[in-house]
T-cell receptor
């Protein structure tokens, strides 16, 4: 299985600011995914990020609010822009295993005041 | 109606009990089925992965898929306090850009 790290592990941010979350994987992967998990809830897919192409966003998520970069096959970033308290959540990246399943990072816990 | 339904619990059992966790789904195109375990303040960890109907066993864990009934289960034998976590079922439609559809998760506590 892939080893995935995320930075930061947690942060407290002020309303109106932006935070960039980094996701690093120890092997090259084609597809990376970004999820949001609100307290006590399941995972909601934000977008799929393929290297060399624009990210594909799910309904309810837009690029202006959640810009994503995927500069190479082992790294991706998700930015949460112009944050509000409603953005307080856990943000998770995952990678495609090549076997119709995914491995997840440890998550970034975000609190917006 | 959600595509995947999972009883959120919470479920509390004594140590050593057999635990049964279940999900139902409505989309017959789902072909790959997974169970993830998520400890508090951690990311989901892949526990079991199955493709076809039937049972798959791994140590104390057995995953069961019944495609005709659109029903999947995870059984935990000889449950331990270390099994206390939230268990998420997840499914994929083959060829769907590998997008997972998750259940809402069941919170399990195993009491010593």
């Amino acid at each position: 299985s892939a080893v995935i790290s995320q930075k930061p592990s947690r942060d407290i941010c002020q309303r109106g600011t932006s935070l960039t979350i980094q996701c690093q994987v120890d092997s090259q992967v084609t597809m990376m995914f970004w999820y949001r998990q609100q307290p006590g809830q399941s995972l909601t897919l934000i977008a799929t990020a393929n290297q060399g192409s624009e990210a594909t966003y799910e309904s309810g998520f837009v690029i202006d609010k959640f810009p994503i970069s995927r500069p190479n096959l082992t790294f991706s970033t998700l930015t949460v822009s112009n944050m509000s308290p409603e953005d307080s959540s856990i943000y998770l990246c995952s990678v495609d295993s090549g076997k119709e399943t995914q491995y997840f990072g440890p998550g970034t816990r975000l609190l917006v005041l | 109606q959600k595509e995947v339904e999972q009883d959120p619990g919470p479920l509390s059992v004594p140590e050593g009990a057999i635990v049964s966790l279940n999900c139902t789904y409505s989309n017959s195109a789902f072909q790959y089925f997974m169970w993830y375990r998520q400890y508090s303040r951690k990311g989901p960890e892949l526990l079991m992965y199955t493709y076809s109907s039937g049972n798959k066993e791994d140590g104390r864990f057995t995953a069961q898929v019944d495609k005709s009934s659109k029903y999947i289960s995870l059984f935990i034998r000889d449950s331990q306090p270390s099994d206390s976590a939230t268990y998420l079922c997840a499914m994929i439609v083959s060829g769907s850009a590998r997008q997972l559809t998750f259940g809402s998760g069941t919170q399990l506590t195993v009491l010593p």
